[in-house]
């Protein structure tokens, strides 16, 4: 079955739901193992090791300085991944792109120690990488309106519709997306699923504040992720989407009011 043929289940609000900027409409989302404060209360801290790598549920030093690091008053552009894995990508275009400031999201531990290595040997300075699901760490670290870019690249398909919730490209997605990034600031994301990059655009075409293409080049410019890397390797096919933030509309509430 193809993703445009799913209909969006008429879910209730997950218990686990964000909580951050847009909590209200992310009724659809179901966090990869449960939100900041379930875990919090009820989890046990990983006792993360690493130079660049950060445990923003658990210490409360480190969700701190992720909110320097994110902070809007550094001139830098900040450039978000989420779902870096073994930091391949992230390791590549901070070498391409020493200017910028990376944040990297990764929900386990195991694919954080090992990009922290990575990012270690490489000697890349720029990146800083934090074990949690970005969909809720985002609003936490990330004033709205101040973002420069967003990768997802290979989300994890989810292909069964009782799984639709744990899909990371959604109608509530592509809303906070809109909400974090500045005016002309872009998401990108690649699949090697056809039904998904159907399914992701139509999701992100669904935002207004957003005009979206599918790019013809699918490497959208930027260095191969892991994932990507194997494709070629294999001959299988990937697709690449691109959505822009429109200069004129900055927050949900100014395109809401504009259709009012
Ligand atoms: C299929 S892998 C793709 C990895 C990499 N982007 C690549 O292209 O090679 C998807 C990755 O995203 C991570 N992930 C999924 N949902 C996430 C979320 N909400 N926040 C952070 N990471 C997430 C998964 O743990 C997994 O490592």
Not at 11 to 17: C, E, I, Y
Not at 216 to 233: K, M, N, S, V, Y
Request: charged share 30%.
């Amino acid at each position: 079955m193809a993703y445009r043929d799913f209909k969006h289940p008429d879910d209730k609000p997950s218990r686990d739901a964000p909580t951050g900027a847009g909590a209200g409409r992310s009724v659809q989302t179901r966090l990869v193992g449960g939100s900041m404060a379930l875990r919090r209360a009820h989890g046990h801290a990983p006792n993360l090791q690493g130079t660049w790598l950060f445990d923003p549920i658990f210490r409360e030093q480190d969700l701190e300085a992720l909110k320097a690091w994110c902070a809007p008053t550094d001139p830098r552009p900040l450039v978000v991944e989420i779902g870096f894995q073994r930091a391949r990508f992230a390791r590549a275009y901070c070498e391409q792109n020493p200017d910028v400031r990376f944040m990297g999201f990764e929900v386990r531990k195991k694919f954080c120690e090992d990009a922290d290595a990575w990012l270690v040997a490489g000697d890349v300075t720029n990146a800083r990488l934090a074990l949690v699901d970005a969909r809720e760490a985002l609003p936490l670290l990330v004033p709205a309106g101040t973002l420069d870019t967003l990768f997802a690249f290979f989300p994890d398909p989810w292909w069964k519709k009782r799984h639709m919730k744990k899909r990371l490209v959604s109608r509530d997605f592509a809303a906070d997306a809109a909400d974090l990034l500045k005016p002309g600031g872009e998401l990108v994301v690649k699949t090697d699923v056809e039904g998904y990059a159907d399914w992701a655009e139509g999701e992100l075409r669904a935002e207004s504040r957003f005009d979206v293409e599918r790019l013809a080049d699918t490497t959208a410019g930027l260095p191969p992720t892991q994932r990507e890397r194997r494709c070629g390797i294999h001959g299988r096919p990937t697709w690449a989407i691109r959505a822009v933030k429109r200069a004129d509309e900055s927050t949900s509430e100014t395109s809401d009011s504009a259709l009012r």
